[in-house]
Protein backbone atom coordinates (compact mmCIF):
# COMPACT_ATOMS: atom_id res chain seq x y z
CA UNK A 1 0.00 0.00 0.00
CA UNK A 2 1.29 3.87 -0.59
CA UNK A 3 2.25 5.98 1.61
CA UNK A 4 -0.86 8.29 1.53
CA UNK A 5 -0.65 10.63 4.06
CA UNK A 6 2.92 12.09 3.12
CA UNK A 7 3.49 14.72 0.08
CA UNK A 8 5.47 12.45 -2.66
CA UNK A 9 7.73 14.34 -4.67
CA UNK A 10 7.63 13.21 -8.01
CA UNK A 11 8.86 14.15 -11.35
CA UNK A 12 11.62 17.34 -10.37
CA UNK A 13 9.75 19.56 -7.81
CA UNK A 14 5.92 18.54 -7.86
CA UNK A 15 4.40 17.01 -4.76
CA UNK A 16 1.10 15.06 -3.96
CA UNK A 17 -0.36 13.02 -1.47
CA UNK A 18 -3.68 10.95 -1.06
CA UNK A 19 -5.02 9.02 -3.29
CA UNK A 20 -2.67 10.74 -5.75
CA UNK A 21 0.04 8.08 -4.19
CA UNK A 22 -2.50 5.44 -5.48
CA UNK A 23 -1.69 3.95 -8.93
CA UNK A 24 -4.88 4.23 -9.79
CA UNK A 25 -6.28 7.45 -6.88
CA UNK A 26 -10.01 7.35 -8.90
CA UNK A 27 -10.22 4.06 -8.84
CA UNK A 28 -10.16 4.32 -4.73
CA UNK A 29 -12.44 6.29 -4.40
CA UNK A 30 -15.26 4.60 -5.95
CA UNK A 31 -14.24 1.95 -2.92
CA UNK A 32 -15.61 4.11 -0.38
CA UNK A 33 -19.30 3.59 -0.40
CA UNK A 34 -22.05 6.21 1.13
CA UNK A 35 -23.80 2.93 2.89
CA UNK A 36 -20.02 2.76 4.94
CA UNK A 37 -21.00 6.17 6.82
CA UNK A 38 -25.00 6.36 6.10
CA UNK A 39 -28.10 4.47 5.24
CA UNK A 40 -29.03 5.38 1.45
CA UNK A 41 -32.14 7.08 1.73
CA UNK A 42 -35.72 5.96 1.13
CA UNK A 43 -35.99 6.81 -2.23
CA UNK A 44 -32.66 5.82 -3.52
CA UNK A 45 -33.45 5.02 -6.76
CA UNK A 46 -31.79 8.40 -8.48
CA UNK A 47 -29.53 8.72 -4.93
CA UNK A 48 -26.03 10.12 -7.17
CA UNK A 49 -23.82 9.28 -4.28
CA UNK A 50 -22.82 5.64 -4.10
CA UNK A 51 -19.23 6.30 -3.72
CA UNK A 52 -17.11 9.01 -2.78
CA UNK A 53 -16.27 9.05 -7.20
CA UNK A 54 -19.49 11.18 -7.14
CA UNK A 55 -17.88 14.00 -4.79
CA UNK A 56 -14.84 14.25 -7.30
CA UNK A 57 -16.95 13.85 -10.31
CA UNK A 58 -20.50 15.20 -9.86
CA UNK A 59 -20.42 16.89 -6.65
CA UNK A 60 -16.68 18.67 -6.63
CA UNK A 61 -18.58 21.48 -5.45
CA UNK A 62 -20.20 19.79 -2.46
CA UNK A 63 -16.48 18.31 -1.35
CA UNK A 64 -14.94 21.65 -1.87
CA UNK A 65 -17.43 23.55 0.37
CA UNK A 66 -16.69 20.88 2.92
CA UNK A 67 -12.90 21.26 2.88
CA UNK A 68 -13.68 25.34 3.16
CA UNK A 69 -16.14 24.62 6.09
CA UNK A 70 -13.58 22.51 7.59
CA UNK A 71 -9.92 23.26 7.09
CA UNK A 72 -10.80 27.23 6.12
CA UNK A 73 -9.26 26.70 2.46
CA UNK A 74 -10.18 29.04 -0.88
CA UNK A 75 -12.76 27.16 -2.67
CA UNK A 76 -12.04 27.80 -6.57
CA UNK A 77 -13.77 27.40 -9.73
CA UNK A 78 -12.29 26.41 -12.85
CA UNK A 79 -14.68 27.19 -16.14
CA UNK A 80 -14.22 26.92 -19.60
CA UNK A 81 -14.83 30.58 -20.99
CA UNK A 82 -17.92 29.43 -23.57
CA UNK A 83 -19.01 26.14 -21.87
CA UNK A 84 -21.22 25.72 -18.51
CA UNK A 85 -19.27 22.76 -17.10
CA UNK A 86 -17.27 23.63 -14.29
CA UNK A 87 -14.96 21.56 -11.47
CA UNK A 88 -14.58 23.23 -8.17
CA UNK A 89 -11.91 22.64 -5.81
CA UNK A 90 -9.80 24.52 -3.29
CA UNK A 91 -5.85 26.14 -3.06
CA UNK A 92 -3.08 26.41 -0.42
CA UNK A 93 -0.81 28.89 -0.97
CA UNK A 94 2.65 27.66 0.94
CA UNK A 95 6.06 28.23 0.71
CA UNK A 96 5.65 30.23 -2.51
CA UNK A 97 3.95 27.09 -4.30
CA UNK A 98 0.27 26.51 -5.22
CA UNK A 99 -1.44 23.40 -3.84
CA UNK A 100 -4.90 22.04 -4.95
CA UNK A 101 -6.96 20.22 -3.20
CA UNK A 102 -10.18 18.13 -4.24
CA UNK A 103 -11.43 14.50 -3.12
CA UNK A 104 -8.19 13.19 -4.73
CA UNK A 105 -6.07 15.07 -1.94
CA UNK A 106 -3.27 17.70 -2.30
CA UNK A 107 -1.35 18.26 -5.49
CA UNK A 108 1.23 21.04 -6.84
CA UNK A 109 1.53 19.80 -10.10
CA UNK A 110 -1.44 21.75 -12.34
CA UNK A 111 -0.88 19.05 -14.83
CA UNK A 112 -2.41 16.53 -12.36
CA UNK A 113 -5.11 18.47 -10.71
CA UNK A 114 -6.01 18.46 -14.73
CA UNK A 115 -6.63 15.19 -15.18
CA UNK A 116 -9.99 15.61 -13.99
CA UNK A 117 -10.75 19.35 -14.72
CA UNK A 118 -10.15 18.71 -18.37
CA UNK A 119 -13.14 16.56 -18.40
CA UNK A 120 -15.11 19.22 -18.08
CA UNK A 121 -13.20 22.30 -19.12
CA UNK A 122 -12.49 21.47 -22.46
CA UNK A 123 -12.09 24.98 -24.00
CA UNK A 124 -9.95 28.26 -22.82
CA UNK A 125 -10.81 28.53 -19.06
CA UNK A 126 -10.41 31.12 -16.34
CA UNK A 127 -10.11 30.07 -12.54
CA UNK A 128 -12.23 32.04 -10.25
CA UNK A 129 -13.30 31.93 -6.55
CA UNK A 130 -16.53 30.89 -5.83
CA UNK A 131 -19.48 33.44 -4.73
CA UNK A 132 -22.17 33.80 -2.88
CA UNK A 133 -24.53 33.21 -6.34
CA UNK A 134 -22.86 29.73 -7.07
CA UNK A 135 -23.36 28.31 -3.89
CA UNK A 136 -27.03 29.23 -4.33
CA UNK A 137 -27.17 28.00 -7.58
CA UNK A 138 -26.38 24.35 -6.21
CA UNK A 139 -28.10 24.80 -3.41
CA UNK A 140 -31.26 24.95 -5.67
CA UNK A 141 -29.91 22.18 -8.56
CA UNK A 142 -29.26 19.35 -5.95
CA UNK A 143 -32.25 17.19 -4.33
CA UNK A 144 -29.71 15.48 -1.50
CA UNK A 145 -27.42 18.82 -0.39
CA UNK A 146 -27.54 17.72 2.89
CA UNK A 147 -26.28 14.06 2.51
CA UNK A 148 -23.59 15.07 -0.25
CA UNK A 149 -22.20 17.17 2.06
CA UNK A 150 -22.66 14.92 5.13
CA UNK A 151 -20.92 11.98 3.21
CA UNK A 152 -17.92 14.99 2.08
CA UNK A 153 -17.43 15.85 5.84
CA UNK A 154 -17.31 11.85 7.02
CA UNK A 155 -14.54 11.45 4.10
CA UNK A 156 -12.33 14.06 4.65
CA UNK A 157 -12.57 13.49 8.68
CA UNK A 158 -11.50 9.90 7.92
CA UNK A 159 -8.80 10.64 5.53
CA UNK A 160 -8.30 14.02 6.94
CA UNK A 161 -3.99 13.72 6.91
CA UNK A 162 -5.04 13.42 3.15
CA UNK A 163 -6.01 17.03 2.90
CA UNK A 164 -3.93 18.40 5.24
CA UNK A 165 -0.78 20.33 4.46
CA UNK A 166 1.83 19.88 6.59
Known amino acids: MPNTEKLITFERYEEHKGFYNYSEGEKALCNIMYSDFFKYPEDNDEF ?4 AHALLCGSCNHFAMSLSKIFNYNPY ?3 GKNDKSFHVFCQ ?8 YVDARGITSSFDEFMDIAKMFVTDEYIIRPVTSKDIEEWENYSDYNE ?3 AFAEAV ?4 ENYYVLN
Open 156 to 159: IKKY
Open 92 to 99: IYKNRRWY
Open 77 to 79: IIE
Open 48 to 51: PYVS
Open 147 to 149: EAY
